[in-house]
T-cell receptor
Framework: AQTVTQSQPEMSVQEAETVTLSCTYD???????LFWYKQPPSRQMILVIR??????QNATENRFSVNFQKAAKSFSLKISDSQLGDAAMYFC???????????FGKGTRLSVIA | SQTIHQWPATLVQPVGSPLSLECTVE??????LYWYRQAAGRGLQLLFY??????ISSEVPQNLSASRPQDRQFILSSKKLLLSDSGFYLC?????????FGQGTRLTVV
């Protein structure tokens, strides 16, 4: 079974600084999808960024970017110019295909210090 | 555009009482539908998923069941709640491997 591991239960960053959240996963498949979701205090799950495994180029969305290392099965999220609104739980997730559910890590709680 | 509605937002139920949480999706047809549970300080645990009407897959043995009576309706039920059923329940619909979530239901069993 596929598993997703987030080894950092909590992280903190100074406002305007950069922080990297780690994620590793275990799979024997070659074609899959990876995601980072944000869960603010409202608990609404918000998609931050997605990466298709067949794409070598790392995905970016404004201040959010990933470092996808397929051979190492690593998928880290970098948040640049951190803002107070970035404070949330961040979940890394894996999906095999369009009809299979997402498998989530246990999350990393990010605090942003003003 | 697609939207997902989940209700109620908050629920307090006594042990042994029944449960029914409803989720509906608008703006898409034949979506994949999911129920996840998030316990305090933990990640999201998949409870059920459905790829079509009447097709339900259960991921973990538990006190809960799910049904999909209509294409865009997904219901989470229990006949008798346990204290351990407390948690935050999230409904989601999926397309192209991506999941879109409802606002969740905080269930407290007392």
């Amino acid at each position: 079974a596929q598993t997703v591991t987030q080894s950092q239960p909590e992280m903190s960053v100074q406002e305007a600084e950069t922080v990297t959240l780690s994620c590793t996963y275990d799979t024997s498949e070659s074609d899959y999808y990876l995601f980072w979701y944000k869960q603010p205090p409202s608990r609404q799950m918000i998609l931050v960024i997605r990466q298709e495994a067949y794409k070598q180029q790392n995905a970016t969305e404004n201040r959010f970017s990933v470092n996808f290392q397929k051979a190492a099965k690593s998928f880290s999220l970098k948040i640049s110019d951190s803002q107070l609104g970035d404070a949330a739980m961040y979940f890394c997730a894996y999906s095999l295909s369009g009809n299979t559910p997402l498998v989530f890590g246990k999350g990393t709680r990010l605090s942003v210090i003003a | 555009s697609q939207t997902i509605h989940q209700w109620p937002a908050t629920l307090v139920q006594p042990v042994g009482s029944p449960l029914s949480l409803e989720c509906t999706v608008e703006g898409t047809s034949n979506p994949n539908l999911y129920w996840y549970r998030q316990a305090a300080g933990r990640g999201l645990q998949l409870l059920f998923y459905s790829v079509g009407i009447g097709q339900i897959s259960s991921e973990v043995p538990q006190n809960l069941s799910a049904s999909r009576p209509q294409d865009r309706q997904f219901i989470l039920s229990s006949k008798k709640l346990l204290l351990s059923d407390s948690g935050f329940y999230l409904c989601a619909w999926g397309v192209r491997a991506e999941a879109f979530f409802g606002q969740g239901t905080r269930l407290t069993v007392v």
